[in-house]
Nanobody
Framework: QVQLVESGGGLVQAGGSLRLSCSAS????????MGWFRQGPGKQREFVAG???????DYADSVKGRFTISRDNANNTVLLQMNSLKPEDTAVYYC??????????WGQGTQVTVSS
């Protein structure tokens, strides 16, 4: 089993920045990729960004150039730096981990609210 705990959400004005952190524990040796997803009000959960063990990254088109995902393997932590935030980025952000391809483990989520 893998446990994931997010932190760093909050309220920010449009154009501002936030950094989310996800700490992993448990069977972390089994993790291949980690990622961030979000679910806005009345919307389905969507992929935001992902990073593999080797460091390869992937981003949703809506956040490319504004968000950066990074991974600290020594501390079992994944960060999501979010810059130039927009009101449409408002959502609950979830950290997730994948053993192979599918994301199997989820954190409890952290709220990000961007005011206009």
């Amino acid at each position: 089993q893998v446990q994931l705990v997010e932190s760093g959400g909050g309220l920010v004005q449009a154009g501002g920045s936030l950094r989310l952190s996800c700490s992993a524990s448990g069977s972390i040796f089994s993790i291949n990729a980690m990622g961030w997803f979000r679910q806005g009000p009345g919307k389905q959960r969507e992929f935001v960004a992902g990073i593999t063990r080797s460091g390869r990254t992937d981003y949703a088109d809506s956040v490319k150039g504004r968000f950066t995902i990074s991974r600290d393997n020594a501390n079992n932590t994944v960060l999501l730096q979010m810059n130039s935030l927009k009101p449409e980025d408002t959502a609950v952000y979830y950290c997730s981990a994948a053993k192979v391809v599918a994301y199997d483990y989820w954190g409890q989520g952290t709220q990000v609210t961007v005011s206009s």
